[in-house]
């Protein structure tokens, strides 16, 4: 695969990654912002990527969110830009996961 890290995608690009993480659709779920408080869907992040890893960005002020980077054995995720992570889950297994 050609390496991209010039260009900017949206947050969707962040859904076969985090796939391999979380067993529920991340896309929609709503991160904080550590910057700036502003909560955005993670479809709505701005994206960079993929080599050497994904970063993905706050889309009102541009701190980084979101890292995350695959190595042969192991996958680094890194939410520390992000002060609370909402997902939606259905209601018999309502969840709130937050971080910080
Ligand atoms: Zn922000």
């Keep these: 695969m050609e390496a991209r890290t ?7 690009a962040l859904a076969g990654p985090l796939a391999d993480v979380f067993a529920v659709e991340m896309t ?10 502003t909560s955005s869907e993670l479809a ?9 890893g994904f970063v993905g960005r706050c889309p009102e002020c541009e701190s980084v969110l979101i890292r995350i980077v695959r190595t042969p054995d192991a996958m680094w995720l890194d939410l520390s830009g992000m ?18």
Excluded: E, Q, W
Aim: aromatic residues 6%; glycine residues 12%; hydrophobic residues 30%.
């Design 28 to 37: 929609t779920a709503t991160g904080r912002c550590h910057g700036c408080g």
């Design 44 to 52: 709505t992040f701005r994206v960079y990527g993929p080599d050497p």
């Design 83 to 100: 002060s609370a992570v909402r997902i939606s889950m259905s209601a018999d297994s309502s969840a709130t996961a937050h971080l910080t």
């Design 6 to 12: 010039a260009a900017a995608y949206d947050g969707n």
